[in-house]
């Protein structure tokens, strides 16, 4: 199943080709009346192939297409034209504006599902070959919810490509409760025999995320040293598209080697006195990192909070995304519920996505 | 898919192309192309394009009144949204393979004649309609040959024809 975009102004073949996709692809399907309408939802959901028509008042296909290839975020996609231009030049027009293939109408249904898949599981191959993007969450003040935003920034690139989540507490990590996920593999047991695959203690969310989970007791098992835990990362990238590391609150020789396979770290402040001169530091400890670090708050309770301008003229460092306070996420919890992907349109899954398109096009 | 009472197609006249939806209610696509008695015919969501580029959509109309009068040709990719409601059931029993032009246009298809002998005078100066009917088409542009265009029916403006021949072989 993959996440796919319908751009069509005529409506009946857009329902139509959301039918289709659905029900006999078992595709999501985001599906668009219009070019404009259509780049902001590729933009915003990144699917992993788009089916555009050419004939659009306002926008022309072509035009969308060049556009989704121009942007960074969506320069990788699947895309088909799907038109009722069928000549060969229309076909070379729209090879020309970037598209991967070209379909008349009316397709037959057999051949479109068949060229939807092919690109899906090209995208797929392609992001397994290409590199491996690691963003470690932190903060080095607890409850500013760090494993909130790391589960659910995994969740959000796993509707974009593999993802795997490295919960790297040291023992009784969180991610395995969010989740609704028995911690009997971790990568304890990988510290414990490095002979193990870290490939096999991976184990599977209901929604296809990939986790690591940390060891359940504590001081059972030993903390990797640098060495460890960057062959521990090595195994992994085998496996996936992107990482993202629920990272400890520690700034030990692990950490900062975690942190120097980093392609973007997501620093968590909270706005209260004692969380901002935690960030403050933490912020000097990153230095190294700084053309990498990606800052946000997340409101953890109910109440006023100072105005993000405030807090950002304290720490001298923009906010990359200010994640309201969402009462879904305690009940998504409860249930083992990735709240990404129950509650698509939820404040914390706004925010979490605009951080993903950050993460990602930095 | 499911064909619905929307026929999308080209529609060449003096140097465009216009890619545009006909609406099916009363009357088949071709019936009222062929219609002696009415001079103008309606488009929705008409997509234009200059023939020198073909692909590039320089205009958008939601709806379009042609004179059919202007127009070389039709063309459309699927048969039975070219054909007339008589056409139907039978084009005549032989197939003669023809060549000919409109103004920026090379057309090659196929001709259905009832009689054996094909006469291209006698058929032009004889035949009732405005238009002819091609089947299995390929158009070519005049001043670019590279640029083809493939259909299974054109419908011809006869008036706009400058030759007209059985093509050799």
Known sequence: ?362 | MQRSNRIIAEFFAQGYRVSGTYVVTKRFLADEIYDPTTNYFLLEEAYLSPIIDPARISAYYTLVLFDKSTLDFVLTVDKKDGLRRDQLYGMGNYQVPIFLTVPFFEISGTLFVINKNFNPRLYLSTEAGIFITLVDVTVRSTFNPDISYQGAIALINRAHISFFGEKAG
Not at chain 1, 104 to 119: G, H, I, Q
Not at chain 1, 206 to 228: E, H, M, S, Y
Not at chain 1, 307 to 315: E, G, S, V
């Open chain 1, 1 to 362: 199943m993959a996440r796919v975009l319908v751009i069509d102004d005529n409506i009946d073949m857009l329902s139509m080709l959301k039918l289709i996709l659905e029900r006999q692809g078992h595709h999501e399907v985001i599906a668009c009346s219009n070019g404009q309408e259509g780049l902001q939802k590729a933009f915003e959901q990144m699917p992993a192939v788009a089916l555009v028509d050419v004939m659009m008042p306002g926008m022309s296909g072509y035009d969308v297409v060049k556009k989704l290839r121009a942007d960074e975020r969506t320069q990788n996609m699947g895309i088909i034209i799907l038109t009722a231009r069928g000549q060969s030049v229309d076909r070379a027009a729209a090879l020309a504006a970037g598209a991967d293939d070209h379909m008349s109408k009316p397709a037959d249904v057999e051949t479109l599902l068949k060229r939807v898949n092919e690109l899906v599981e090209r995208g797929a191959s392609k992001a397994q070959k290409s590199e491996v993007l690691v963003v470690p969450v932190l903060s080095l003040k607890g409850g500013v919810g760090v494993t909130t935003v790391a589960i659910n920034l995994a969740g959000v690139l796993q509707q974009v490509a593999p993802t795997l989540l490295l919960d790297l507490a040291p023992a009784c990590g969180q991610c395995a409760f969010f989740l609704g996920i028995r911690p009997e593999q971790h990568w304890g047991q990988y510290v414990e025999n490095p002979k193990t695959s870290a490939a096999s203690l991976v184990q599977q969310h209901t929604t296809g995320l990939k986790v690591l989970l940390a060891p359940p007791i504590p001081a059972q098992f030993g903390w990797p040293n640098k060495d460890r835990v960057e062959m521990l990362l090595a195994q992994l990238k085998a496996v996936t598209r992107f990482i993202v590391v629920d990272m400890p609150p520690l700034f030990d020789e692990t950490v900062r080697a975690v942190l120097g396979q980093a392609h973007r770290i997501v620093l968590i402040t909270g706005d209260d006195a004692p969380s901002l001169q935690v960030t403050r530091i933490t912020l000097q400890a990153l230095n190294e990192w700084k053309d990498r670090l990606i800052l946000i708050r997340n409101a953890t309770a109910v109440g006023p909070r100072p105005p993000a301008d405030a807090l950002q003229k304290a720490l001298r460092v923009p906010l990359a995304v200010d994640i309201p306070y969402d009462p879904n996420q305690l009940p998504a919890v409860a249930k083992g519920l990735l709240l990404a992907s129950v509650q698509p349109k939820s404040a914390l899954t706004v925010g979490v996505k605009r951080l993903a398109q950050i993460a990602i096009a930095r």
